[in-house]
């Protein structure tokens, strides 16, 4: 089973920067798509960025050119650099496989971890 453990959310006024990461346990991630997402309060989760094994990157519109995904195969990690944060991006984050690739989960994913909170106000 898959284990999945999202960290470094906070509170941050807005403006301010975070660098979230997921550590992966259970599986060698470095094969597969993997992706960042986000609940805010009373929203559906959305995909917000995602990475393929072989470094391809998307990311949903509204955190272009402030966010940045990375991953670390030898360390079976991904991050998520958010810089000139918003009061919108307030949500829980999670990490994952990217869904919009894969129509079942591989691998022993599909498990969601705890998520780490990230909180933008003044």
């Known amino acids: 089973q898959v284990q999945l453990v999202e960290s470094g959310g906070g509170l941050v006024q807005p403006g301010g920067s975070l660098r979230l990461s997921c550590v992966v346990s259970?599986?060698?991630?470095?094969?597969?798509?993997m992706a960042w997402y986000r609940r805010a309060p009373g929203e559906q989760r959305e995909l917000v960025a995602s990475?393929?094994?072989?470094?391809?990157?998307k990311y949903v519109e509204s955190v272009k050119g402030r966010f940045t995904i990375s991953r670390d195969n030898l360390k079976n990690t991904m991050y998520l650099q958010m810089n000139n944060l918003r009061p919108a991006d307030t949500a829980v984050y999670y990490c994952?496989?990217?869904?919009?690739?894969?129509?079942?989960?591989?691998?022993?994913?599909?498990?969601w971890g705890q998520g780490t909170q990230v909180i933008v106000s003044s």
């Open positions: 994952n496989i990217d869904f919009k690739i894969y129509s079942s989960p591989p691998g022993g994913f599909g498990s």
């Open positions: 259970g599986q060698n991630f470095s094969n597969y798509a």
């Open positions: 990475i393929t094994a072989g470094g391809y990157i």
